[in-house]
């Protein structure tokens, strides 16, 4: 299923506001924080993986029209990764089985709406967190 090398990462421009709505001041536009488990097969991040997973859970950052720019996440501890607590997730069900530490990559994706499932939402302070750590990452 994953045995080809994904191609090397290349990042993806912002996706840009529409014309007719222009952001608001007291919301930045990166702080849309839903939790989503998207397919695998629709991610470059985690395509290496020698036991492959069907599904990987994603913060989304920005919504415009049908797309999702989302930032992957993974269990595996990295120091450049933003840490989210098991506890920063507000889930829409109780899970199977208790919830584990996340790590954001800030490689974000576009990722078609269609193939995410909602899984919950993080709380707004932590979405600008979220925010000020990816601006910091990629150097804006």
Known sequence: MFRRRPPPWQPRPPVEQPVSSPPSPNIPDWAHGFCYLARQSQLHFGQDRRDPVAWRPVVSL???????????????????FFHLCAEDFFLKRAPSEPPT?????????????????????????????IADWLKYRLGT
């Not at 919504?63 to 595996?76: A, D, E, H, I, N």
């Not at 530490?101 to 967190?129: F, K, M, N, Q, T």
């Open 62 to 80: 920005v919504k415009q029209g049908g797309l999702f720019q989302v930032l992957p996440s993974t269990r595996r501890p990295k120091r450049a």
């Open 101 to 129: 530490d996340s790590y954001l990559c800030h490689r974000y994706e576009a990722i078609p709406l269609d193939v995410l499932r909602e899984i919950g939402v993080l709380g707004h302070p932590l979405r600008i967190r």
